[in-house]
Nanobody, 121 residues
Framework: QVQVVESGGGLVQAGGSLRLSCAAS????????MGWHRQAPGKQRELVAT???????DYADSVKGRFTISRDNAKKTLYLQMNSLQPEDTAVYYC???????????????WGQGTQVTVSS
């Protein structure tokens, strides 16, 4: 089965940086879009950044200019470089991927367990 695992979260002071990684493994025939979402306590889950297989990237207005999403297709790994972190960035960050587990299989959405990012003032 397909597995998605995030890493790189932690505690950082305002103005600091973190780099998140997301590795997809298991039975994967093809991967289309990948992205990062986040959810803070008491808030709705929101889209942070996306990356398509064609290389197009997009960002939420709140993180533009501070976050950079990238992917290594050969390693089936997604990254999120986060700079100039602020307390409002505190949340659990989730990795999402749209993948086909085998040649004749359906396209499905897969999610990681999340990694905690805490930014102190």
């Amino acid at each position: 089965q397909v597995q998605v695992v995030e890493s790189g979260g932690g505690l950082v002071q305002a103005g600091g940086s973190l780099r998140l990684s997301c590795a997809a493994s298991g039975s994967i025939f093809s991967i289309n879009a990948m992205g990062w979402h986040r959810q803070a306590p008491g808030k709705q889950r929101e889209l942070v950044a996306t990356s398509t297989s064609a290389g197009r990237t997009d960002y939420a207005d709140s993180v533009k200019g501070r976050f950079t999403i990238s992917r290594d297709n050969a390693k089936k790994t997604l990254y999120l470089q986060m700079n100039s972190l602020q307390p409002e960035d505190t949340a659990v960050y989730y990795c999402h991927t749209e993948a086909k587990p085998y040649i004749l299989g359906p396209w499905r959405d897969y999610w990681g367990q999340g990694t905690q990012v805490t930014v102190s003032s």
